[in-house]
T-cell receptor, first 116, second 114 residues
Framework: DTEVTQTPKHLVMGMTNKKSLKCEQH?????MYWYKQKAKKPPELMFV???????INESVPSRFSPECPNSSLLNLHLHALQPEDSALYLC???????????????FGPGTRLTVL | EDQVTQSPEALRLQEGESSSLNCSYT??????LFWYRQDPGKGPEFLFT???AGEEKEKERLKATLTKKESFLHITAPKPEDSATYLC???????????????FGKGTKLSVKP
């Protein structure tokens, strides 16, 4: 089973709201990722967690706050977003991060976020 | 600078008309090359991982090949349900804070008409 689940599927929020995106995998993967994807563009990496520790933050604004409560769960807390943050937010996981062999990333279905 | 270029940007085929998608890359020390399929509004679906030049992998109507400079995704006798955007991504060697990062191409949008 190579399933990554994400909730909610769709989210509409105002610029003053606080919301969270959730991601879960039960493949025993030790690396989890958040990506942002705008229409007709490839995914852009935001954060990487390896063994529940933040390994990479690709200069993401502080209004996005990631959290990894355990090896199966990944959250993305959202606060004071801007309309330009509207996008498809993708979660992915892989067995390892920076292993000696290619680490295939498996993506979830995404959360479509609209910021009004 | 590491780069991934996919061509063509868009491809229209008739059902049953075989063709190939190209992914050319420049990366020092390729660790892996990945093909994904993405339907509109959905997350990328993993298709293949290729590790070294000369490697080939097949799945149903799709076959992926890898050389030292490019990869091809061959589609044999496509059906309308193969319509999607196909993304290519490469993974470079471990280095600094970019370990494990995928470098994506912009994708090829495939449309297969019945």
């Amino acid at each position: 089973d190579t399933e990554v689940t994400q909730t909610p599927k769709h989210l509409v929020m105002g610029m003053t709201n606080k919301k969270s995106l959730k991601c879960e995998q039960h493949m025993g993967h030790r690396a989890m990722y958040w990506y942002k994807q705008k229409a007709k563009k490839p995914p852009e990496l935001m954060f990487v967690y390896s063994y529940e520790k933040l390994s990479i933050n690709e200069s993401v604004p502080s209004r996005f706050s990631p959290e990894c409560p355990n090896s199966s769960l990944l959250n993305l807390h959202l606060h004071a977003l801007q309309p330009e943050d509207s996008a498809l937010y993708l979660c992915a996981s892989s067995q390892e991060f920076s292993g000696g062999v290619p680490d295939t990333q498996y993506f979830g279905p995404g959360t479509r976020l609209t910021v009004l | 600078e590491d780069q991934v270029t996919q061509s063509p940007e868009a491809l229209r085929l008739q059902e049953g008309e075989s063709s190939s998608l190209n992914c050319s890359y420049t990366v020092s020390g390729l660790r892996g090359l990945f093909w994904y399929r993405q339907d509109p509004g959905k997350g990328p679906e993993f298709l293949f991982t290729l590790y070294s030049a000369g490697e080939e992998k097949e799945k149903e109507r799709l076959k992926a090949t890898l050389t030292k400079k490019e990869s091809f995704l061959h589609i044999t006798a496509p059906k309308p349900e193969d319509s999607a955007t196909y993304l290519c991504a490469v993974q470079g060697p471990n280095y600094g804070g970019s370990q494990g990062n995928l470098i994506f191409g912009k994708g090829t949008k495939l449309s297969v008409k019945p």
